[in-house]
């Protein structure tokens, strides 16, 4: 099941930087427009999979998983 999320980007004098709105923390810097966006579907999967797996560690055992929808 593919998410979607929100880029905000800006041009800023040679870089491109953006955040994702939904995810705090998803930010990135790159030379071009294409390149900030694929730095951030990127940074957004990392962060996506380390926020799992601290809430399992966190969780150690007898949870369950539920899913939640907005």
């Not at 030379?31 to 579907?41: K, M």
Request: proline residues 1%; glycine residues 8%.
């Amino acid at each position: 099941m593919a998410n979607t999320y929100t880029a905000v980007t800006k041009e800023d004098g040679d870089w491109w930087i953006g955040w994702i709105e939904e995810i705090p923390g998803v930010n990135c810097q790159e030379r071009t427009h294409e390149g900030l966006l694929t730095s951030l579907r990127e940074t957004l999967v990392e962060a996506l999979q380390f926020n799992r797996q601290d809430a399992l560690g966190a969780a150690v055992a007898n949870y369950t998983e539920e899913l939640v929808t907005v």
